[in-house]
Structures are given as C-alpha cells and as structure tokens.
C-alpha cells in the first residue's frame, strides 16, 4: 500500500520561508515522478515542482522559479519542496504526488496515481 504523507505547513508571513517534505512508503521516490502541487480556495489544483525519477529533471512552476527548490533525500524516501520569498498568492494546499509507472514527470493532475492528504500553507502579515 502506498502512502504520501506531507509535513511543514503553516503560518507565515510574507518573505518568509517553509520546507514542506513529503515522505513516502510502498513507493521508492528515486524510480517515479513526483509532483507537488497546490490548491488555493475556489482555485483549480496546479502544479509548482516536478522531478523526473532517475535524472532528477525538474520543473518548477513560473511564478515560483527562483523561489522554491525541490530535492530527494533517497535514504528517507522523502522529498522536500523548500519555498522562500513566499507570497501571499502563495497560500493554498500544497500536495505531494507520485506516479505508478514512469520515470518522467508530468504537470497534469491525471498522470499521478498516488497523492497526499496535502499541508495547509498560509502566508499573511
């Protein structure tokens, strides 16, 4: 049985930092694409960093490059979504995803088969 359980969410304010992790069992992270993605109220789900199994390609969301960093710790099964300089339109449900099948990662919702119960991030003065 496969579980992702994320950690790290909460209150911060503007400028601030967050690392949300995402720790995985029933699922070697290394070999799949993994996906954090979010949803703010009244927002559809969208993805902000993906990584590629094996390679390590990543993608990262344009409104979040050169503010949020992804990483594996391969020895945990867990990855990491470090988020600085955070925003207001930062605050949302963030979710870790991973595929079944597949080493590559994807920005479509419907590509991942396995998902979290997502941590709450909110940014407010």
């Known amino acids: 049985q496969v579980q992702l359980v994320e950690s790290g969410g909460g209150l911060v304010q503007p400028g601030g930092s967050l690392r949300l992790s995402c720790e995985a069992s029933?699922?070697?992270?290394?070999?799949?694409?993994i996906g954090w993605f979010r949803q703010a109220p009244g927002k559809e789900r969208e993805a902000v960093s993906c990584?590629?199994?094996?390679?390590?390609?990543?993608y990262y969301r344009d409104v979040v490059k050169d503010r949020f960093s992804m990483s594996r710790d391969s020895a945990k099964n867990t990855v990491y979504l470090q988020m600085n300089s955070l925003k207001s339109e930062d605050t949302a449900v963030y979710f870790c995803?991973?595929?079944?099948?597949?080493?590559?990662?994807?920005?479509?919702?419907?590509?991942?088969?396995?998902w979290g119960r997502g941590t709450q991030v909110t940014i407010s003065s």
């Open positions: 990584v590629s199994g094996g390679d390590g390609r990543t």
């Open positions: 995803a991973a595929r079944a099948y597949g080493l590559g990662y994807s920005r479509l919702i419907n590509d991942y088969d396995y």
């Open positions: 029933g699922v070697t992270l290394d070999y799949v694409g």
